[in-house]
């Protein structure tokens, strides 16, 4: 008894020692320790659902009632098809093939990296027998697939694995991606491999002539860097050394074509790209705006409590003609603990983040968990990544290490993101970040402003009183942040955390308030909700006198701006067709009008 409390102690002291930082600068953590494992369904991942039983070492012995192949038995791409076939003497509805990233280590060490059921395959339950063709992603590590068998209650056992399938090449360079950083004339571009070795970005005016190069920055993140299970625990797979580097000295509007690799390891192919272009009230942009996305198997083979509606958006995102910029507000992956997850994300969204910068915040579900900085503390949702797997996929030109917000121009409209899993109350260090910032727009040179966030300020939902709740965070961040959108004069702000579609009237104190007489300005901000990318719709919407349009239809925002007409429409990801547009104008002297309006004695007054 001494000795199991004591191993316990020691758990819990290795786990507050091992609370490491997203660098080399220190994350304060309070002296309480969160418990180590989530409560029940609080990690929102359908690989949490699995719990297998090992009576014994699967990969040495066997007990014969069945058998399981696969074929090809090496992946050369990412993703891949594979066919899966199988024998069963006693099949049963919930039997599952299950992909174990193993490379050396035993299958009692890790977790599966994605599951599909047996029972898709029409002969399984009839004739014990059955094959499935199975999309699996390169993790950089040799895999085999085994046959779960079920024993109720969730519960399965190892009846049969695989031979192994080799990675034919796990220093590929995967997961390209390109973000803007805070400098003019620049773009970092992000991407994968099994190992460090000395990784740079080439790039040129002309396909295969690149007459510049820029080495990487490398990091990886460890167990030990974590917070909690399943994160760093069997969730975990190694996530590869994650590079990054910048391509500078850009022309605005120009093309180039890149190459990011090593000369031992091997380059990707080649891409090409058009360089952001300058800001100012003469230019356009194009957009494309999603929020609560995650990611799915690809068919025919898939998991059922994935996020098939996910593969919707990103394959017509994709679609999307000219695109100057993709922004992802909040809960990205829906890893959530799952390392693997990571990876199918990044294959998923495919060429278009290769091409467009694509600007991310977090969400609760890549970064809450109890007493490790984020201001709820009541939160399991990042399945115990605590924001460290985010921040080292996707670097954002932040402040520092969990400080996930920021600001970038482009065209004719200032973004500034904020995160709502962090302290964004007057006197915070977010919220003076807000302020300075929103305080040095030249509204001149970008006459729009957008707020983004992933969780929104104005919801028509049943109210409900929950520490976090998504009403009670809506409340606050109006008593909170509504006075800073006023003060200077935003006009919209964008949000996701719901998974529904919301636009309102321009608000202010949950009142509508109008536009301009003269220029047809909104007179405070129009908020939209679109947590609708991929993830489940929810229910519980209700009318309100500051909504306009409110629905659970799954969907992206698409966007188009020039100095004086911003342009939105809700697209259905399923067919393209529209769900809903509104356009907000601001011609010339609209911010005088704007002004006139509220220091004419109306009902409403302004003051942070």
Known sequence: ???????????????????????????????????????????????????????????????????????????????????VSWTMREPHEDDLLAVYVTGERDLMEVHPVQYTKASQSATHLTAGTGSLKMSIVNHRADFRIAYLASIGDRSHYVAAVSDVVRVQNPEQPLRIHVALTDKKGEMSVQWSTKSRGNPVVRWGVRSGEYEHQAPAESVTYTREELCGHPAKGRGYINPGMLHKAAMTDLEPGRTYYYIVGDEVFGFSDEISFKAPGEAGPEKSLKMAMVADMGQSMEPPASDPHDCPNSLLTSSRINQEKELDLILHIGDVSYAQGYAGDWDRFFDQWGEAVTKVPY??????????????????????????????????????????????????????????????????????????????????????????????????????????????????VSIELQQHMEPLLMKHKVDMMWGGHHHSYHRTCPVYKQKCVGVTENSGTALAPVHFVFGTAGRHLYG??????????????????????TGSTFKLEMVDNTDGSLMDSHTLVKPPGWESDWEDFWTSGQEHTISV
């Open 359 to 472: 600007m991310t915040s977090p969400g609760n579900h890549e970064r809450d968990w109890p007493y490790t900085g984020d201001r709820y503390d009541n939160s399991y949702n990042s399945g115990g990544e605590c924001g460290v797997a985010y921040e080292r996929h996707l670097k954002m030109p932040q402040p520092g290490p969990d400080k996930p917000w920021y600001s970038f121009e482009m065209g004719p409209v200032h973004f500034l993101t904020f995160s709502g899993e962090h302290d964004f109350l007057p006197g915070s260090e977010q919220y003076q970040f807000m302020d300075e910032d929103l305080s040095a727009v030249d509204r001149s040179a970008t006459p729009w402003v957008v707020v983004a966030g992933h969780r929104p300020m104005y919801l028509s939902i049943t109210p409900y009183h929950r520490r976090g709740g998504y009403y009670t």
């Open 1 to 83: 008894m001494a000795k199991t409390a004591a191993a316990v102690l020691c758990a819990l002291l290795c786990q507050l020692i091992h609370a490491l930082p997203l660098d080399s600068t220190p994350r304060v953590v309070p002296e309480r320790i969160p418990p180590n494992t989530p409560p029940e369904n609080d990690v929102d991942n359908p690989l949490s659902d699995i719990n297998v039983v090992f009576q014994q070492n699967p990969v040495v012995e066997s007990n014969h009632e069945a058998v399981i192949e696969v074929s090809p038995k090496v992946l050369t791409g990412s993703p891949q098809l594979f066919d």
């Open 540 to 561: 519980g919407l209700v009318e309100s006198p500051f909504e306009k349009v409110g629905f659970s239809k799954f969907g992206y925002m698409r966007a188009e701006a």
